[in-house]
């Protein structure tokens, strides 16, 4: 294979496209669609962002701003945490807009997050924006389909085919040649939107790591794309056969598996509403203990086992305030059981992502989806992980107000009394920050395991058919 045969063949086609007008005007198209496409996204995640960091200075401000008061009221007045955002879901926002960014914490319930902006449009509002990612995983193929479907099969049509490779051009120039004009192109494109946004995300966690763990994906997923292309087209005898096969293929892996897959997964592993899983939690509270009734058998059997550690026979002769103590143990029971809920909901998406995964070879264009979710940081796995961080948070807090409750309150006067403002200011609130790219690796690990086999695959056909030739 001759490198001067290759470039020839290259130039040759990108003049053919150019005369041919059609694959200029998409490329300039695809061109204006990132852009628009950019710009749209970059409004909606800045809106979002400013939503999170008000609600942020809003729930600092509320929570310093707190008078003297009681400590388990002030563990019910609760406190509000955001979600943290990648810069990268501009390009990608995954399921941002569909999982929620607050959680409310509160004493004696672990809360799922809320005000997830899709549920927030009008009419008009519920259409889909155009993402970036959404453009190279949709549209990009179409163009690429659109402009190469005829490559071949034009030259085969018209005798230049059989007259270059009877001239002494090795089949495998040819094909490498109009691989380049098709690909390079839209990698330029590709590289230097990618390396606009490198200038804006470097500073953020993983930002580079992120980005360049995206690009990669991104130009594999297309380079196969430009293989299938050039392959169809060589084993294709007529021009509209090319292009039906194509256009079949792009609906099969960029519409009906995705959404399939999805679907499938949810009915395989059904997660249930966030009403029935509470419902369960209390049901099963209720079983645990009650520690409103003085009856209850569980709170008569802490009572007595307190009483018998501290050595005494009454709760007023107790030196810490048995009303802290009670409420101690009723914290732990019940986030025992919200967090055996949460786990079972964790779960279920935990199995419907494995089994997704496993049938992640039939589309590279789910793949691709998958691996720009990972890296935006708005996947599942980066929005369990922030559930997680919330409720330690919760749970934190919550033990250091039932600790002020049981030790700095006393128990004669336990309703009445007020506790300083600076015992709230000093409460333990950390930042919840966003998850590391290590939590996403098994989506990571299989994405780019089928893109590579979707390259591979199509590859390893033209190559051993060309060998033939």
């Excluded at 290259?10 to 061109?31: F, G, K, Q, T």
């Excluded at 999982?99 to 008009?124: C, D, I, K, Q, W």
């Excluded at 919840?432 to 199509?458: D, G, M, N, R």
Aim: glycine letters at 4%; a positive charge.
């Amino acid at each position: 294979m001759s490198n001067s045969f290759v470039i020839i063949i290259m130039r040759n086609e990108w003049r053919a496209m150019w005369h041919a007008r059609i694959p200029a005007i998409l490329l300039s198209l695809l061109i204006l669609l990132l852009t628009v496409a950019g710009f749209a996204s970059h409004h909606h995640w800045q809106h979002h962002a400013q939503r999170v960091a008000k609600a942020n200075q809003q729930s600092n401000q509320d929570w310093q701003s707190q008078p003297n008061r009681h400590p388990h009221r002030v563990s019910h007045y609760g406190d509000f945490v955001a979600k943290p955002i990648h810069l990268l879901s501009v390009i990608e926002p995954g399921i941002i807009d569909q999982s929620g960014h607050l959680v409310y914490l509160e004493g004696h319930r672990l809360n799922s997050a809320n005000f997830n902006p899709a549920t927030e449009f009008t009419s008009l509002g519920r259409f889909p924006i155009i993402t970036p990612a959404a453009v190279i995983q949709w549209f990009i193929p179409l163009l690429l389909i659109i402009a190469g479907y005829a490559c071949i099969t034009s030259e085969r049509r018209e005798g230049t085919l059989q007259y270059l490779i009877g001239n002494g051009t090795h089949p495998i120039s040819i094909v490498v040649g109009k691989w380049l004009a098709l690909f390079l192109p839209v990698m330029c494109v590709l590289l230097i939107f990618s390396t606009l946004f490198a200038f804006f995300v470097w500073q953020q966690p993983e930002g580079l790591l992120r980005l360049g763990l995206m690009v990669i994906g991104q130009c594999l997923y297309l380079a196969s794309w430009c293989l299938i292309v050039l392959a169809v087209s060589w084993f294709s005898q007529q021009q509209h056969s090319a292009l039906l096969a194509l256009l079949l293929l792009w609906v099969c892996v960029c519409v009906i598996f995705p959404k399939g897959l999805a679907n499938l997964a949810q009915i395989t592993y059904p997660t249930h509403p966030r009403t029935e899983a509470e419902y369960h939690a209390e049901e099963k509270l209720k079983t645990i203990g009650d520690s409103h009734n003085p009856n209850d058998t569980h709170f008569a059997e802490f009572k007595a086992n307190i009483l018998k550690r501290y050595g005494v026979s009454s709760t007023d002769d107790l030196l810490v305030n048995y009303n802290g103590l009670l409420m101690q143990e009723g914290e732990r029971l019940t986030t025992a059981v919200y967090r055996e809920q949460q786990a079972l909901h964790q779960t279920q998406l935990l199995k419907q992502n494995t089994w997704i995964r496993r049938w992640l070879w039939l589309s590279p264009a789910l793949a691709l989806h998958y691996l720009q979710m990972a890296v935006s940081g708005s996947d599942v796995a980066h929005h369990n992980a922030f559930i997680e961080q919330s409720e330690q948070r919760r749970f934190g807090l919550i033990s250091y107000l039932n600790q002020l409750h049981t030790e700095q309150v006393h128990h004669h006067d336990d309703k009445n009394q007020r506790l300083d403002a600076d015992f709230w200011k000093n409460a333990p609130r950390p930042t919840v920050l966003l998850a590391t790219l290590q939590v996403s690796t098994p989506s990571l690990i299989a994405a780019i395991a089928v893109l590579l086999l979707w390259l591979l695959i199509p590859l390893m056909l033209l190559l051993r058919t060309l060998k033939r030739t």
